[in-house]
């Protein structure tokens, strides 16, 4: 049996331009401290973030920075003791935001929690597109709005439970098209790619295909 806790703050401030589809400046932080307790022993976590974004002198374009840090402790042998990172990390079809990269465990170009790290420090960086607009396509019952485009870059620098370090990189895009259902049911179908670098040397290419539903 696991017990957990969890306790953390966070502030935001982002703004969007009329017609805007995303957030396109701002700022956002986060720190939360978490403890894990299993088989008589504890496993504390502190991890901290902050976002900054700005906009582009193009219509609703923006260029944000996500950054990410955290340190755990406890016996290393112990899977709880670590972080674990990997992937896009969007289900198949899902109701959580389509851009899951910009989230602290995602990491694209690499398998759902194949790096793990007792320690780490990650920067995201975003550019967002112009949305492509779309006037008359569709029905009533089902229309498409707009296709939102979006190029990301990644690095991140880990030690391992092992006591290893470990660098690791990855850049990609992602198309995420709006439409509704039913006169007012909002959706987004995603779709991705990202190839992902460990120590220099190319892993694989990740490709993501996601509809968020409602």
Do not use: C
């Amino acid at each position: 049996n696991i017990v957990s806790f969890e306790a953390g703050a966070k502030y935001t401030n982002t703004r969007k331009a009329l017609g805007g589809v995303d957030h396109e400046k701002g700022i956002v932080w986060r720190a939360v401290s978490s403890v894990d307790y299993a088989q008589g022993n504890a496993f504390p976590k502190l991890q901290a973030g902050f976002d900054y974004g700005v906009p582009l002198p193009l219509p609703n374009s923006s260029v944000w920075v996500y950054a990410h840090a955290g340190q755990a402790w406890g016996e290393r042998e112990n899977p709880l003791a670590a972080f674990y990172f990997g992937s896009f990390r969007n289900n198949y079809v899902d109701d959580r935001p389509e851009k899951r990269y910009r989230e602290t465990e995602s990491f694209p170009g690499f398998e759902i929690d194949e790096i793990a790290a007792r320690r780490y420090g990650k920067v995201t960086g975003e550019v967002n597109l112009p949305p492509l607009r779309f006037a008359e396509i569709g029905t009533p019952l089902f229309y498409l709005t707009h296709l939102r485009p979006a190029l990301f870059a990644g690095a991140m620098a880990t030690q391992a439970p092992d006591g290893a370090s470990h660098r690791y990189y990855n850049v990609g895009g992602q198309l995420d098209l709006n439409f509704h259902v039913a006169h007012r049911l909002p959706m987004v179908f995603s779709i991705g790619a990202a190839a992902g670098w460990a120590n220099g040397d190319y892993r694989k290419t990740e490709v993501l295909a996601s509809l968020k539903i409602m």
